[in-house]
């Protein structure tokens, strides 16, 4: 099932868009002295005097969290660009925000203005919301139904190493020095010159084709270059078939989504993972790092080369969970990845608690920091996106984006403006907060979630039917209010649409 086509898009669509943005969240870790001492001179060759220790905490917490403001701005506009330019040709013209972005904050230097890499972080953010909502409904839409559990987590393990890469790019003896630390921002442009390449030789998502453009001969040509082979009347009449089940293939809105009885678990479900993915304590881990290793005897020279090792534990995790998910299905590795972090939480919070009580301590805390970061890719990492792709038809899945990257960015936002406040009131009992979210999610999922592996759209949408209370009929229909037909009219209407190659307005 792994055409050279389906691996060329998912390699390319993964590079310029999920590996941007793991990369824009290391990339300001090594350079941060530099910045801040760029951001000091700054302001006393404007004003005649030093910036205060206030101001310049201020200035440089807005520069790290203000990519959230830019990520939450993608999300909530990507549902009216991908229905009107479509998955393939959204990521393309996403790379416009990279390119612009990684001049602003490359050149930021040069210029003596520190307002033109706040302003480039915040264009990153912009194309990072959209990527994060396009490229897994794009891979989601390519991929058939036995893959599309491992094609999902490519988008996480470009997310994994895009944050070893930027840790590897600002080492020292790279682009970790005073006069240098622009290149990091400038090196952006080279995944978004790569997919801006080779993208445009790839098709468009075959469902978009058919559902939303009606344009059943390049579907039919999308599926046989993605799917490798020349007979797809299987694939077509798969997709179809839900369609006719479905009755419904105008694109609704995010409120229309939230109003559906029959996809009220499944929001719910969504909601629910997306939040726990960010608040289940991974940032609060990346800023205990240093203080651990520094704790274990670790020399400070030596700290930037054994941070690797938690890039390249987090890599490593994420390709295994792309290997073995369509073996052991979304929902263990989701429940058991939430649940391994539960532990490893508790036993953290002892270690660090009792650090300097015995000498060994501190190494089990960076086994710890090592065995949650694993837990995390192994599921919650990056199978959220995956569910996201899966729960919803094609007529609701922009919105369930958008519903999905907005609490995903809300979620980040708020880690990062809460978590200085928790950790000055609770210290190492900070983590028992994080354990209380994963616990809290790992019991939601454990009731809640059916398996999705190798089930198509419409099958995981009977499996929530019984939850939605809503009787099966209804839920295959998945009718709006004021938006109903009669079958017989619907199905005319659909046949000629595809049968002529024309778009039709309204539902069909």
């Known amino acids: 099932n792994w055409s050279g086509s389906l691996i060329v898009a998912s390699l390319t669509g993964a590079f310029g868009s999920s590996f941007l943005y793991g990369y824009n969240l290391s990339v300001v870790n090594a350079p941060a002295v530099y910045i801040k001492k760029f951001y000091n001179e700054t302001w006393e060759r404007r004003y005649g005097f030093s910036v205060d220790e206030s101001t310049l905490t201020l200035l440089w917490s807005i520069t790290v969290s203000i990519f959230a403001i830019g990520g939450l701005v993608g999300a909530i506009i990507v549902t009216p660009i991908v229905k009107f330019f479509g998955r393939k040709c959204t990521l393309l013209l996403n790379n416009v925000f990279a390119v612009t972005a990684a001049l602003l904050m490359s050149l930021s230097l ?9 302003l480039g972080r915040v264009i990153m953010g912009v ?11 794009y891979l989601s839409e390519i991929s058939p139904k036995e893959i599309r559990g491992s094609l999902g987590q490519v988008t996480a393990i470009f997310i994994c190493i895009g944050v070893f890469a930027g840790q590897v790019l600002g080492l020292p003896e790279i682009f970790g020095q005073e006069s240098w630390w622009p290149y990091l921002f400038g090196a952006i442009i080279v995944p978004s010159l790569i997919q801006v390449v080779i993208l445009p030789f790839l098709p468009e998502s075959p469902r978009y084709l058919l559902l939303e453009k009606h344009d059943r001969s390049r579907a039919e040509k999308a599926f046989q270059i993605f799917l490798g082979k020349d007979d797809v009347s299987h694939e077509v009449e798969e997709v179809l078939a839900e369609s006719r089940v479905q009755r419904n293939t105008k694109l609704v809105s995010v409120l229309q989504l939230l109003q559906t009885r ?26 205990y790092t240093n203080n651990i290793f520094s704790e274990a005897g670790i020399n400070r020279e030596t700290i930037p080369y054994v941070t ?79 569910l996201t792709g899966e729960f919803f038809q094609q007529s609701q899945r922009p919105a369930a984006f958008m519903i999905a990257g907005t609490v995903n960015w809300l979620s980040n936002f708020a880690v990062g403006l809460l978590f200085p406040f928790i950790q000055s ?18 019991t939601y999922l454990f009731f809640v979630l059916p398996e999705t592996k190798n089930k198509t759209f419409h099958e995981i949408s009977q499996a929530f039917a019984k939850r939605n209370k809503v009787p099966l009929e209804m839920q ?14 619907q199905e005319s209407n659909f046949t000629s649409a595809v049968d002529n190659g024309e778009t039709k307005k309204g539902i069909v």
């Open 262 to 287: 029959a996809v009220r678990w499944q929001v719910l479900t969504v909601v629910v993972t997306m939040g726990c993915y960010q608040l289940c304590g991974l940032n609060a881990i990346w800023y």
């Open 476 to 489: 295959e229909m998945n009718h709006y209010p004021g938006e109903r037909k009669s079958s017989e009219e």
């Open 308 to 386: 690797l090792s938690t890039g390249a534990v987090e890599t490593v995790a994420a390709v295994f969970s792309g290997l073995v998910i369509e073996r052991l299905g979304r929902r263990p590795l989701l429940i058991g990845g939430f649940g391994l972090m539960v532990v490893f939480f508790a036993v953290l919070t002892v270690s660090l608690t009792l650090q300097h009580t015995t000498y060994w301590l501190p190494y089990l805390s960076i086994f710890c920091i090592l065995a949650i970061i694993a837990s995390f890719c192994i599921g919650p990492g990056g199978i959220p996106f995956v």
């Open 110 to 118: 040069l210029a003596g203005s520190f307002e033109m890499l706040i």
């Open 127 to 137: 194309d990072a919301g959209i990527s994060l909502s396009a490229l897994p409904m």
């Open 425 to 442: 009131g609770l210290q190492t009992y900070c983590f028992l907060v994080f354990a209380a979210i994963c616990f809290a999610g790992a």
